[in-house]
């Protein structure tokens, strides 16, 4: 027999779905100060719906940026409390000419939903709100306790949400985590992310001369900061993507045997990857490791960006004063972001050239997490992901970072059951970015299904 919840879902889903769009319609890029005002008021929207659909205590909690959105419902005694986590943030929309239609207008093409948020995290979030109201509709009330806590941060570090939840722990006293803001392995295949990198995201300056200085006067003599850059960031990997900076990998805890066995039975195609996904000519890292290694259980370095100097048109020709990059270092379970900055930063210091002054800035961090498998909770996430979907879960670890899932086990002492429903191709952070319409349906149903199964 079918969830009465489940039926009301099935029933209201055009509803659900053009509430979508009207979310997705409000440009909240947390990154620019220009929609600063575009970030409340997605804020706005999320609390008014959040009441309307009959939770209480909702409202917003100011941060030094942008609010946060809370609210719950706490009338289930005996039964447990989750705390339901999405962001409603999104990141900036260049290059603007990639988008085949415009990134804050919904469109639906080939069974998926375009628009800037629509997978990340948007879709995802209105997927938990949706599920809640229908609960409540069916249930005249809900199954277990529930708390919501939303952010408008999370595409800029999170650092809002993260003092928030060390200093008002008691506000937010829960059994566990539900965070939708995580991918399907495959189309069709019920996914539950259960290890997540972490990172440490820098700026890293090094200044030369006084002021810019004409090259023809002074070229020979004076340092150029951006050799001196370059030098750095050749000496921190070598040509097959090992990481240079001593003691980097120290304590690094593998995957195990089970795990890694686990991972090779998962239907993965390097190839198609390398092509539908990445689009290189050929894949790159170190040797050793597989494609999913690499990716979930191994550290990385990148660089982000190389702004500074002359970049318009024609020519002139100037030595810059400084030079900047920004570099980022994931981590993986072992390793703390305290110590891999510590390493980091020693190590840019041995490797700077003469006639220069290199500052590293610490720009935000976050600790990375593995969940293990064997809670009650992630077992009801499996029975109703089974349900729903026809087939048993798959567990996988991500390559990103979710900060917050390190906060809530450090300050709250509840681990997180990482259900989300994005795809591989979903182009999270990048043009055309979408969500299967098929996969916000579903998950709707799996996120009920999943909150009436933990509530038993």
């Known amino acids: 027999m079918t969830s009465p ?4 879902a099935r029933q209201n889903y055009p509803r659900f779905l053009d509430e979508l769009k009207a979310l997705l319609r409000i440009p ?3 990154t620019l100060p220009e929609h600063n005002s575009d970030c409340r008021k997605a804020a706005e929207v999320l609390v008014a719906e959040l009441k309307r659909i009959g939770m209480e205590n909702t409202r917003i909690i100011e941060t030094e940026v942008h609010p946060l959105v809370y609210a719950d419902w706490l009338h289930a005694p005996g039964k447990p409390t989750v705390l339901c986590y999405g962001h409603y943030d999104v990141q900036p929309t260049d290059p603007l000419d990639e988008w085949l239609t415009p990134p804050f207008e919904p469109t639906e093409r080939d069974g998926n939903l375009y628009a800037r948020g629509s997978a990340d995290d948007k879709g995802q979030v209105w997927a938990q709100i949706k599920a809640i109201e229908s609960l409540m509709v069916a249930h005249k009330g809900l199954p277990l306790n529930v708390r919501v806590l939303l952010e408008g941060d999370e595409e800029v570090g999170g650092e809002g949400i993260a003092t928030y939840v060390a200093t008002k722990p008691a506000d937010l006293k829960c059994d566990f985590a539900l965070i939708s803001d995580t991918e399907l392995f495959a189309p069709g295949l019920p996914t539950l992310c259960v290890g997540l990198r972490g990172m440490i995201y ?3 300056e090094v200044r030369g001369a006084k ?4 090259s023809g006067m002074y070229g020979g003599a004076a340092p150029n900061p951006f050799f001196a850059l370059a030098e750095i960031l050749t000496g921190l990997k070598d040509k097959n993507g090992h990481i240079l900076i001593p003691g980097f990998y120290d304590d690094i805890i593998p995957p195990s045997p089970e795990e890694l066995a686990a991972w090779k039975s998962l239907p993965f195609d390097e190839e198609h990857y390398r092509k539908t996904e990445v689009g290189s000519r050929e894949l790159v890292g170190e040797a050793g490791f597989s494609v999913l290694e690499r990716t979930w259980a191994r550290p990385t370095l990148e660089v982000h960006g190389i702004p500074g100097g002359f970049v318009g048109a024609g020519a002139k020709t100037v030595i810059p004063a400084k030079a900047l990059a920004k570099v980022s270092m994931r981590l993986v379970p072992g390793m703390t972001t305290a ?3 510590s390493l980091y930063k020693n190590y840019v210091d041995l ?3 003469a006639g220069v002054d290199v500052e590293v800035r610490l720009i935000h961090t976050g600790e990375p997490s593995l969940i293990r498998v064997d809670n009650p909770y992630i077992q009801a996430a499996t029975t109703a992901l089974h349900e729903v979907w026809g087939k048993d879960t798959v567990f996988i670890r991500s390559g990103g970072s979710i900060p917050i899932v390190g906060d809530f086990d450090r300050h709250l002492g509840a681990p997180s059951v990482m259900m989300g429903f994005g795809l591989p191709d979903d182009n999270i952070h990048a043009p055309n970015e979408k969500f299967h319409l098929k996969n916000f349906s579903l998950g709707i ?7 009436e199964e933990a509530g038993n």
């Open 211 to 214: 002021q810019d200085l004409h």
């Open 5 to 8: 919840a489940v039926e009301f």
């Open 445 to 451: 149903e799996s996120l009920i299904r999943f909150m």
């Open 202 to 204: 820098t700026e890293l």
């Open 351 to 353: 490797l700077k050239p």
């Open 28 to 30: 909240s890029i947390s």
């Open 339 to 341: 110590k891999a900055f």
